[in-house]
């Protein structure tokens, strides 16, 4: 009964994530464009939405965190299972915690907006302390997998730098976020379906509730 609780809860939350009208963010664009079905139960198969997000993306989210090099992770997760599954979760979830706290950190420079603000402060403090979970739960299996944690900590590289460069940094780091919370919850979707472990799937749940409303909202604040 838990377990059906979590995939209820990993089912809504990429509802949310696959029908939620996403703001055409390309150049030239105004028109918002809709995303339409996904199925929860299948982790990749949100891969073409999290694309159009990417390719929608004012920021060059197509070049940083490419589709398809997120598509090759996130295959390579969906083919493990039991510890190793963890492992290979934990190892890449914590760089992109990090990657978030550290655009967030950034935003907090120039930010004059109150919500923006609000966002940022709520990231680094909620996935600060996720941060130090994950860590600690991957101490019965040595520490993280180095490889995993390498190839995800390469895929954030010039986040920040993009919202430095950006001339409207509020928007950019608010667009640049609803890629990036995609990818953790199709990260923790895969972990829902397939972990075993109570506390990786309490983790992969919250992850999953908290990110998709942030992206529901960073959607409507775009629409603005």
Known sequence: MKRIGMLAAAAIASGALAMTTIP??????????????????????????????????QMHMGQQMGA?????????????????????????????????????????????????????????????????????????????DIGMAAEMDGMMTGMVSEIQQAKDKDAAFVKGMIPHHGSAIMMANIALLKSENPEVLALARDITRAQAQEIYDFQMYLLQ
């Not at 967030?104 to 130090?132: F, M, N, P, R, Y």
């Open 24 to 57: 055409n963010l390309m150049a030239g664009g105004g028109q918002p464009t809709v995303t339409t079905s996904v199925n929860a139960q299948s982790p990749m198969n949100q891969m073409p939405a999290m694309g159009q997000m990417m390719d929608h993306s």
């Open 68 to 144: 398809g090099d997120m598509m090759s992770m996130m295959g390579g997760l969906e083919t493990m299972s039991g510890q190793k599954l963890d492992r290979a979760f934990l190892s890449m979830m914590i760089p992109h915690h990090q990657a978030a706290v550290e655009m967030s950190q950034e935003i907090l420079k120039t930010t004059q907006d109150a919500q923006v603000k609000a966002w940022a402060e709520g990231i680094i403090a909620a996935q600060k302390t996720e941060i130090s979970q994950m860590t600690t739960m991957l101490q019965p299996y040595g520490g993280p």
